[in-house]
């Protein structure tokens, strides 16, 4: 079994002009490719390569010692960079509805506050990494952060449920290093109809995206 690169939901251009074609070239097809194709190296001998990427992160630690942090690395890039593809989308933006709308308003007051608490953190992110919201297992959320290729799957019962990448080749091409103004830019690329569903398949037990191991030809 192997994993291969998942399908974009939209045209490679979709997103354009707030995020160009040009930085998806490289952030996609190079940089998500790579993660993809060290992961699969990775796992061999590890017993655990016929999972699915999302099992895969809830059990890294199984990974031997000599193993586990390429599992981390690259599972990680996998897997967080594939949620990222899904919770964007053209013609996006503005305010979530439903049961998130709710329960952002629970957690921190207002829309408007939770786009400066989630902002912070996503400019707080010392280096690369990301910023999250995630779910707890009341259906609560959660602001949080990440270095690296790491997840709260990996070490949690918290499910993430949206994201944004904030190493710089996320964003360089448009704003070089000025990453407040890729986080402003996110909040026009957000699929709220996207987050919706992960935060149902989330609190329903149910997989968050479907990124499965697919057969090796």
């Given at each position: 079994m192997t994993h291969t690169l998942?399908?974009?939901?939209?045209?490679?251009?979709?997103l354009e002009p707030n995020y160009?074609?040009?930085?998806?070239?490289?952030?996609?097809?190079?940089h998500h490719q790579a993660y993809v194709d060290k992961l699969n190296a990775a796992l061999e001998g590890t017993g655990l390569e016929d999972l699915a990427i999302e099992e895969?992160?809830?059990?890294?630690?199984?990974?031997?010692?000599?193993?586990?942090?390429a599992v981390i690395n690259n599972g990680?890039?996998?897997?967080?960079?594939?949620?990222?593809?899904?919770?964007?989308?053209?013609?996006?933006?503005?305010?979530?509805?439903?049961?998130?709308?709710e329960k952002i308003n629970?957690?921190?007051?207002?829309?408007?506050?939770?786009?400066?608490?989630?902002?912070?953190?996503?400019?707080?992110?010392?280096?690369?990494?990301?910023?999250?919201?995630?779910?707890?297992?009341?259906?609560s959320l959660n602001i949080e952060k990440s270095a690296n290729q790491d997840n709260c799957l990996m070490n949690s019962?918290?499910?993430?449920?949206?994201?944004?990448?904030?190493?710089?080749?996320a964003y360089y091409l448009e704003h070089q290093n000025k990453r407040p103004s890729w986080i402003?830019?996110?909040?026009?690329?957000?699929?709220?109809?996207?987050?919706?569903?992960?935060?149902?398949?989330a609190t329903s037990g149910k997989t968050i995206i479907e990124v499965n191991a697919a057969a090796a030809a």
């Amino acid at each position: 079994m192997t994993h291969t690169l998942p399908t974009l939901p939209w045209a490679i251009d979709a997103l354009e002009p707030n995020y160009l074609a040009s930085t998806m070239e490289f952030h996609y097809k190079k940089h998500h490719q790579a993660y993809v194709d060290k992961l699969n190296a990775a796992l061999e001998g590890t017993g655990l390569e016929d999972l699915a990427i999302e099992e895969l992160m809830t059990r890294v630690q199984e990974v031997a010692d000599g193993k586990r942090q390429a599992v981390i690395n690259n599972g990680g890039g996998h897997y967080n960079h594939t949620l990222f593809w899904n919770i964007m989308g053209p013609n996006a933006g503005g305010e979530p509805t439903g049961t998130v709308a709710e329960k952002i308003n629970e957690a921190f007051g207002s829309f408007e506050n939770f786009k400066v608490e989630f902002a912070n953190a996503a400019a707080t992110q010392f280096g690369s990494g990301w910023a999250w919201l995630t779910v707890n297992t009341d259906g609560s959320l959660n602001i949080e952060k990440s270095a690296n290729q790491d997840n709260c799957l990996m070490n949690s019962d918290r499910k993430p449920i949206m994201v944004i990448d904030v190493w710089e080749h996320a964003y360089y091409l448009e704003h070089q290093n000025k990453r407040p103004s890729w986080i402003e830019t996110f909040y026009k690329l957000i699929n709220w109809s996207a987050v919706e569903t992960n935060y149902q398949n989330a609190t329903s037990g149910k997989t968050i995206i479907e990124v499965n191991a697919a057969a090796a030809a």
